[in-house]
Nanobody, 126 residues
Framework: QVRLVESGGGLVQAGGSLRLSCAASGLTFSSIAMGWFRQAPGKEREFVAAISRSGDSIYYHDSVKGRFTIARDDAKRTVYLQMKSLKPEDTAIYYC???????????????????WGQGTQVTVSS
């Protein structure tokens, strides 16, 4: 059974930092691409960042470039999202997602992911 568990969310002031983690189980972590998405109240889910299975290919949404960093640790079966210079508009539930094996590319489209975590709330106060 595939399971993705996010952690690290919370309340932070604008300009602050948080690091989200997503621990995966039930799949061969090194063979899958991973991504982070977010959904703010009243808005559709949007892509945030993605990393290929090898870690060589990474994409970011324009709104987070230069502020967020995605990374993976295959030994720990974990993907991270380091978030700096947070803004109130970053407030959302953040979800990690995993593809099925075979994608050696960073995947930005949500429908290409097969597994999703339950989400972690990030709230940035002004």
């Amino acid at each position: 059974q595939v399971r993705l568990v996010e952690s690290g969310g919370g309340l932070v002031q604008a300009g602050g930092s948080l690091r989200l983690s997503c621990a995966a189980s039930g799949l061969t972590f090194s063979s899958i691409a991973m991504g982070w998405f977010r959904q703010a109240p009243g808005k559709e889910r949007e892509f945030v960042a993605a990393i290929s299975r090898s870690g060589d290919s990474i994409y970011y949404h324009d709104s987070v470039k230069g502020r967020f960093t995605i990374a993976r640790d295959d030994a720990k079966r974990t993907v991270y999202l380091q978030m700096k210079s947070l803004k109130p508009e970053d407030t959302a539930i953040y979800y990690c997602a995993a593809t099925s094996p075979g994608y050696n590319m960073a995947v930005v489209l949500g429908h290409m992911y097969d597994y999703w975590g339950q989400g972690t709330q990030v709230t940035v106060s002004s």
